[in-house]
């Protein structure tokens, strides 16, 4: 595992780095995925129920952002696939140029799928776009079911909306029907996806949605 640490003056406006970062992976033909949710919502666990499923079709790898612990890198190490750690210490997002730095650890060549999770925050990651082909979002049932139209970008800009913990749904009074309802509203074109870690439910439903998309950008 790397880990890294980086301290960038940003010369170029990040709409620059997100196209320089994706004129990068599109050259290899990498399909990048950008993780976002709160902190404890489960991406990390996700991810380590996807890693096996998805490394058997293609090669992947993973860059980890966190404020400033590599546990979740760690965890994902152990997985087997290559995994490189952003500590941004006091910012709340990843930045382009800091996912550039982190994709450069890996031998791009060879890898087909990077899955960056990002730090765990609701609002700062939905803004800044960072080289990815699409954003999934992840909100678990503990968090309620408001925060859709509490935070409307992360679930505007998502393709993909994981709705996680559904084994904990009698422990809450999360409201299905009024979350659906309410992106629908914010968005009508993501896909939703129902997940339970410790039930693998949904696991294999959100696993071949992604190789499809990885295919489809192969293909084209």
């Not at 404890?40 to 992947?60: D, F, H, R, V, Y």
């Not at 087909?112 to 699409?134: K, M, R, T, W, Y």
């Not at 009074?173 to 659906?180: I, P, R, S, T």
Request: charged content about 30%; aromatic content about 6%; hydrophobic content about 40%.
């Amino acid at each position: 595992m790397s880990e890294i640490k980086i301290s960038i003056n940003m010369l170029n406006t990040n709409e620059e780095i997100h196209a320089e970062n994706k004129n990068l992976f599109d050259e290899e033909g990498i399909f990048v995925i950008n993780l976002m949710g709160s902190p404890g919502a489960g991406k990390t666990s996700i991810l380590e129920k996807l890693i096996p499923k998805i490394k058997q079709n293609l090669n992947m790898a993973v860059i980890e952002g966190d404020l400033y612990t590599t546990k979740d890198a760690q965890r994902i190490e152990a997985n087997g696939v290559p995994v490189v750690q952003v500590n941004t210490v006091r910012t709340s997002y990843l930045e382009g140029a800091k996912v550039r730095e982190a994709s450069l650890n890996f031998d791009l060549r060879d890898i087909d799928l990077i899955i960056i999770e990002n730090v765990g925050s609701l609002v700062s990651p939905a803004e800044f776009e960072i080289g990815e082909d699409i954003k999934i979002c992840l909100l678990s049932v503990t968090e309620g079911n408001d925060k859709p139209l509490k935070y409307p970008l992360m679930f505007e800009k998502s393709s993909a909306i994981i709705l996680n913990k559904i084994d904990l749904l009698t422990f809450t009074d999360f409201k299905v029907e009024e979350f659906y309802e309410d992106i629908k509203l914010l968005n009508n074109k993501a896909k939703i996806f129902q997940t339970s870690c410790t039930r693998n439910d949904g696991i294999d439903e959100l696993s071949e949605w992604i190789l499809k998309q990885v295919k489809e950008k192969v293909r084209g």
